[in-house]
């Protein structure tokens, strides 16, 4: 599958647009998320938290993507700043796309399965793994290891 480009509409904690081309040559881990997805709150976003405290930043990028496909009208961009700010999320969250069904185009795209998702992208730009659910923190520190050790023109694949 090639690497689909985010389909952002609104972005928080960052001043510019950012698209996965951009970031070439850095292992790129996207957690997926919705404000009133407990499993979000309470193991994907510390658990990219932690990502984006332990490695550096010009090695691992940490993005936030906030895919609404239910409880619409309680995920305004009102709502969606003050979470990020009672969370303390510093990382850069962008507000999927409203597709033309019933998913964002972000989350059809990358054929996400719900929340909490969380997606790593290795430093050629492809999509290396795409975890549902609780991510073992171990496993995530070691696939994410494994891609910053790898040159850029490796490709090898990741459960």
Request: charged residues 20%; aromatic residues 6%.
């Amino acid at each position: 599958m090639t690497t689909p480009e985010l389909t952002v509409s609104q972005w928080f904690n960052t001043d510019q647009d950012i698209n996965l081309a951009g970031l070439a040559g850095q292992v790129v881990v996207i957690e997926a998320f919705q404000m009133l997805c407990p499993g979000c709150v309470f193991h994907g976003l510390p658990l990219a938290q932690k990502v984006q405290k332990t490695f550096a930043s010009d090695a691992v990028t940490v993005l936030g993507l906030h895919t609404e496909f239910e409880h619409h009208a309680a995920m305004t961009p009102v709502s969606l700043a003050a979470f990020l700010h009672e969370y303390r999320i510093t990382f850069p969250v962008g507000v999927d796309a409203a597709g033309t069904g019933s998913l964002p185009k972000t989350m059809e795209a990358f054929r996400l399965r719900g929340t909490p998702s969380m997606l790593l992208i290795d430093k050629a730009g492809a999509l290396r793994a795409n975890h549902f659910g609780e991510v073992n923190e171990l496993r995530l520190g070691a696939e994410i290891a494994t891609l910053l050790n790898e040159k850029s023109t490796d490709r090898t694949t990741s459960d």
